[in-house]
């Protein structure tokens, strides 16, 4: 069964440039996360799915930052526009559903952005 | 707020060394908690986990035990092997309100040489 797919997996941009990652999870998996991890640091949560519906987007910069999850399974976080602290690795997980807390989450490669 | 600490890195070890990666946390409700591990050029996986107090989670030679009351889950090996050579994250879920949303300490880099 394939897992988590990201794309692109690198991507190199000027600032004040969009940019946009793409995520399609684990087939049946009811639940979205996207996390954002910087050099050196854990991930951290930006947005929640559960189904079509963003149930936590608190973490989420809205001023630059936007995502969408249409029909309820692929998702795409954007950018626009991308400043250089933005460069850090843009993960993207899955799980069945939020049950108890103990949900396991499957995580795809990620996304390496670089803003020059 | 809830948050996890762990111990810094790296942590640079022979093959066939003991193994502890030191993880506390703060939460507010009843956590569970999570070690998941990261392989050169590849996504988090999950390593192990416990949902309760004194619970001990463990796989592939690695265990934790859930402390509540020195609120830690320390990681512990009795042998490493060059291919436990990664990052490990030790990471907190709440139970309500927040279900599902993982909390991850800094993460620590252990290397094994042989």
């Not at chain 1, 996207?34 to 973490?59: C, K, T």
């Not at chain 2, 569970?32 to 949902?51: C, D, I, R």
Request: hydrophobic residues 35%; negative net charge; charged residues 20%.
């Amino acid at each position: 069964e394939a897992g988590v797919v990201q794309s692109p997996r690198y991507k190199i941009i000027e600032k004040k440039q969009p940019v946009a990652f793409w995520c399609n999870p684990i087939s049946g998996h009811n639940t979205l996360y996207w996390y954002l991890q910087n050099l050196g640091q854990g991930p951290e949560l930006l947005i929640r799915y559960e189904n079509e519906e963003a149930v936590d987007d608190s973490q989420l910069p809205k001023d630059r930052f936007s995502a969408e999850r249409l029909k309820g399974v692929d998702s795409t976080l954007k950018i626009q526009p991308a400043e250089l602290g933005d460069s850090a690795v843009y993960l993207c997980a899955s799980s069945l559903g939020a049950v108890g807390g103990s949900e396991e989450q499957f995580f795809g490669p990620g996304t390496r952005l670089t803003v020059l | 707020g809830d948050s996890v600490t762990q111990m810094e890195g790296p942590v640079t070890l022979s093959e066939e060394a003991f193994l502890t990666i030191n993880c506390t946390y703060t939460a507010t409700g009843y956590p569970s908690l999570f070690w998941y591990v990261q392989y050169p050029g590849e996504g988090l996986q999950l390593l192990l986990k416990a949902t309760k107090a004194d619970d001990k989670g463990s796989n592939k030679g690695f265990e934790a035990t859930y402390r509540k009351e020195t609120t830690s889950f320390h990681l512990e090996k009795g042998s490493v092997q060059v291919s436990d050579s990664a990052v490990y994250f030790c990471a907190l879920s709440l139970l309500s309100g927040n279900t599902g949303k993982l909390i991850f300490g800094q993460g620590t880099t252990l290397q094994v040489k042989p």
